[in-house]
């Protein structure tokens, strides 16, 4: 490629059949932008730096200064212009610099930005996007999944893909929904995996999960970067004869309850995965859905692998013994494969 | 008070400041009727504040309503039967009965944001309407209010530094009628002047008597207007008075006897009407008749308002999310080219090159480290509708004007001349 953002001559971006987690961000971007002027993205360093993770390179060069917008260290001030602007008509995108720096904004966000359209008819067309997760060393202030604040919050919507090709095709879904979407990119993930992205224009439903592995002696739900250590697990379980079916929930607000139901009544066993701490977790908003609606169904306790109930601790012996690993999954899934 | 005005101008800050207080009144009866779900809140004393920097605005132009700015959203044309329906929680009511109070809007005809109860929330919403506007080029200015309280919180800076680095079009009116609740304004903030913070912004500020409507309305029309020309934020502290409670159920009895009769000797109306007779502008029938009409009509607003039924229980559940083009259309309004805005027009150069920036000198407008633009070469930039239209520069003529009599202009470069000591 010629330069480092991806684009061509002409501004068309040509696409490679295997890219990156976080390629695929900034090609949702850029396509994004592309088609819709109506579309902007600020936040701290975007512009001249191209953002701290590089997920914005290239697209101040192509869009300019009242498109890609350099902010203050304010989240507050960054959500809250979003939200102005997104009741004029413009659809901006807000980076996150860490996601775990959302709380600054929390307020903006759960209470002027999720409230508007069921208080006074006014839609907030606005993604909020930033790198999450752990597993990279970051400790305690940059590596948070802070999801479940927001899922607990009516008016947003709640996305943590796991490949390339739903990172793009999920948030240029965000991008062009009429509501304020909260997508979390697990850090972990940007250089680490690649996908196929197909050329073209897609986009990927938001709050549908998909069927990542399928199996029949137990269900395993997760999502980001624990889709793909649940993945691990299945292939050691299919070893021992335990057929998972794993299923990458991808939106956790709304939540696919069709697919998990499905699934649960035809395995009749779930585990939920999440790099997200155990108490308030979506694990047990899970374990309450299944008891009102597939009680009859199971066959065995809902079990959860889930980080601790801790802080993200920041040495690497304290961090790995922290999160959930494929070890902990099998572990667990092999104890629930017996009843 | 000069008469500078036109007649009808006059009038109209008369006809708003009356109907405000109408309306205050008449739902002071209907809460001691229990029939205001909520609590209520009372612009008693401060009516020429809100009426009169909202009248400064156009009817392109953005507005967001503190809890006591009844008077504002009635100069943007809400009517006051929709007030009455808010307060009373009705299904007819802007909000159908989902929120009470000033808390609600209008974006597509009237343009309102609504506000939400925590303090301060607006300044960075206003910003972004502000720098949303500039966008699209369609050359309006945005507008909220503050209290003395309020202008504590965190967000307060964050959304007015935000504005003053994006030299937004937004005007910032720093009501500060000298309680928080319970608390003077001495043990919140120790300035004199509250327009003072200006200074640690860059950005221009006046301070003006908010029990003079004239005053109120002169200083936020320039304010307006020169926000409106691209020359950035503007900070207007209007100095009034709290003369009720933090809401109905609050007697106030914390407010010294003193000051309490020192402010309702200066009330706004009184005020306004001795200026309006002094002036001959309007007579003892004309006030009649003007009070008629308001009684006339609020009476009918009054009525539509009781009658209108409560919500539906079910309706509790709806609404939470917008379901697509069937529930809203969102389209920007273009007013410039878009073609300015996409590529290959809007390509630059990703390099800082900003003059001015980190030379230590308050920016004053003239400085302002981050406009976009900057960047730019002259030509290209002059192109940029949304550049402001004299590239920023405060000019000679405006700078005067700001240091008339009824107004104080923070001085340009103040701050980095103690800095520099």
């Known amino acids: 490629m010629a330069k480092a953002n991806g684009a061509g001559p002409n501004g068309s971006v040509p696409h490679e059949t295997q890219v990156t987690f976080l390629e695929a961000i900034k090609q949702a971007m850029f396509e994004e932008m592309e088609r819709d002027p109506a579309v902007i993205l600020m936040g701290e360093d975007v512009g001249v730096y191209g953002g701290a993770f590089k997920t914005s390179e290239g697209l101040l060069e192509r869009f300019g200064w009242e498109r890609v917008i350099d902010t203050p260290i304010s989240e507050s001030a960054i959500i809250g212009a979003a939200c102005g602007m997104s009741y004029c008509g413009l659809r901006p995108i807000c980076e996150m610099q860490f996601i775990d720096f959302i709380v600054c904004a929390f307020n903006q966000i759960t209470n002027f930005v999720a409230k508007g359209h069921y208080l006074w008819n006014a839609p907030a067309p606005m993604v909020i996007r930033g790198p999450s997760g752990g597993g990279v060393h970051g400790g305690p202030f940059h590596s948070a999944n802070p999801e479940m604040y927001f899922v607990h919050t009516p008016g947003l919507k709640v996305i943590y893909p796991s490949t390339p090709y739903d990172a793009k095709g999920l948030l240029k879904a965000a991008v062009r929904d009429n509501n304020p979407v909260l997508f979390f990119e697990h850090k972990f993930l940007y250089r680490r995996i690649k996908g196929e992205v197909p050329a073209g224009d897609y986009t990927v439903p938001i709050g549908k999960a998909v069927v990542r592995r399928e199996g029949k002696h137990l269900t395993i739900l997760s999502y980001a970067a624990m889709m793909h250590t649940s993945l691990e697990a299945a292939e050691a379980l299919a070893k021992e004869g335990i057929e998972a079916e794993v299923i990458d929930l991808r939106t956790l607000l709304p939540l696919d309850e069709e697919t998990i139901l499905h699934s649960v009544k035809k395995t009749n066993k779930c585990l939920v995965v999440h790099e997200d701490t155990k108490t308030g977790g979506i694990a047990g908003e899970i374990a309450a859905l299944l008891c009102e609606k597939a009680f009859g169904d199971l066959d065995g306790p809902l079990m959860r692998v889930t980080s601790l109930d801790t802080p993200v601790p920041y040495a690497p012996t304290l961090e790995e013994h922290f999160l959930p690993n494929a070890r902990k999954v099998f572990a667990a899934a092999k104890e629930l494969a017996r009843y | ?421």
């Open chain 2, 1 to 421: 008070m000069k008469k500078e005005l036109t007649r009808q101008q006059y009038l109209d800050l008369y006809y708003y400041m009356r109907l405000n207080r109408a309306v205050e009144d008449m739902m002071v009866k209907l809460f001691r009727q229990n029939k205001i779900v909520g609590g209520l809140y009372s612009s008693l004393g401060q009516e020429a504040v809100s009426v009169g920097t909202a009248y400064a605005l156009e009817k392109k132009d953005w507005l967001a309503p503190m809890i006591r700015n009844i008077g504002a959203l009635l100069v943007k044309g809400v009517r006051p039967r929709d007030i009455f329906m808010q307060h009373m929680a009705k299904y007819d009511s802007p909000t159908k009965g989902k929120d009470g109070t000033s808390h609600f809007g209008d974006l597509d005809d009237l343009h309102i944001v609504s506000p939400i109860s925590m303090l301060g929330d607006l300044i960075p919403v206003m910003t972004g309407v502000a720098m949303a506007g500039r966008y699209l080029g369609q050359k309006t200015v945005a507008m909220t209010w503050i209290g003395d309280g309020g202008s504590s919180t965190g967000v307060f800076h964050e959304g007015l530094n935000f504005a003053a680095a994006q030299k937004a079009p937004f005007v910032l009116i720093l009501e500060n009628n000298l309680w928080a609740y319970s608390t003077p304004v001495r043990k919140q903030v120790p300035l004199e002047h509250l327009a003072d913070r200006a200074k640690a912004y860059g950005i221009e500020s006046y301070i003006v008597d908010g029990n003079d409507a004239v005053a109120v309305y002169t200083v936020a029309k320039e304010a307006v207007e020169r926000a409106r020309a691209g020359q950035g934020p503007i900070l207007i502290e209007a100095k009034t008075f709290r003369r009720m409670g933090h809401a109905q159920h609050d007697p106030a009895e914390y407010v010294p006897k003193e000051m309490r009769a020192y402010w309702e000797a200066r009330d706004p109306l009184t005020l306004y009407e001795k200026f309006l007779a002094s002036e001959k502008l309007l007579d003892a029938k004309g006030r009649n008749e003007i009070e008629e009409n308001i009684n006339k009509l609020l009476s009918a607003e009054r009525e539509f308002a009781e009658n209108s039924p409560m919500p539906p229980p079910e309706l509790a559940e709806t609404g939470v999310y917008c379901t697509g083009d069937d529930c809203h259309k969102i389209r920007a309004k273009w007013e410039r080219p878009m073609a300015e805005v996409t590529p290959p027009r809007s390509s630059v150069t990703a390099v800082w090159t900003v003059p001015g920036f980190g030379s230590g000198q308050s920016s004053g407008g003239a400085n302002a480290p981050i406009h976009f633009g900057d960047t730019q070469p002259a030509a290209q930039a002059a192109g940029l509708e949304a550049k402001s239209a004299n590239g920023g520069k405060p000019t000679a003529k405006t700078a005067a004007k700001a240091t008339s009599k009824k107004t104080v202009k923070a001085a340009p470069g103040s701050a980095s001349r103690k800095a520099r000591r």
